[in-house]
């Protein structure tokens, strides 16, 4: 059975930075892509971040400049380095996997979530 498990979060000041990190374990084939999204109560998850298995990355233009993605070769395990954070950051932040597992069912497997908060 396939985990996702996120750690890193939060609290640090505006300015501050914050590193996240989301490890797969259980019965891999192959992690096709992993992103990054985050939600504020009340309001729809929106992405963040991915990586593709060649290690092409993309953001959200609010982080662009600030956030970055990377990840180990396989994709088990990524992190998010978030510096100059600003409080329109904080929300609750999700990993999410695009898996293939052994067997050959492909689907989309989500973290338990890690809350950053951003405040003075």
């Known amino acids: 059975q396939v985990h996702l498990v996120e750690s890193g979060g939060g609290l640090v000041q505006p300015g501050g930075s914050l590193r996240l990190s989301c490890a797969a374990s259980g019965g891999i084939f192959r992690v096709n892509s992993m992103g990054w999204f985050r939600q504020v109560t009340g309001q729809q998850r929106e992405p963040v971040a991915s990586i593709s298995s060649g290690g092409t990355t993309n953001y959200v233009d609010s982080v662009k400049g600030r956030f970055t993605m990377s990840g180990d070769g396989a994709l088990n395990t990524v992190a998010l380095q978030m510096n100059n954070l600003k409080p329109e950051d904080t929300a609750v932040y999700y990993c999410?996997?695009?898996?293939?597992?052994?067997?050959?069912?492909?689907?989309?497997?989500w973290g338990q979530g890690t809350q950053v908060t951003v405040s003075s």
């Open positions: 999410k996997a695009d898996i293939s597992i052994l067997g050959g069912t492909r689907r989309d497997y």
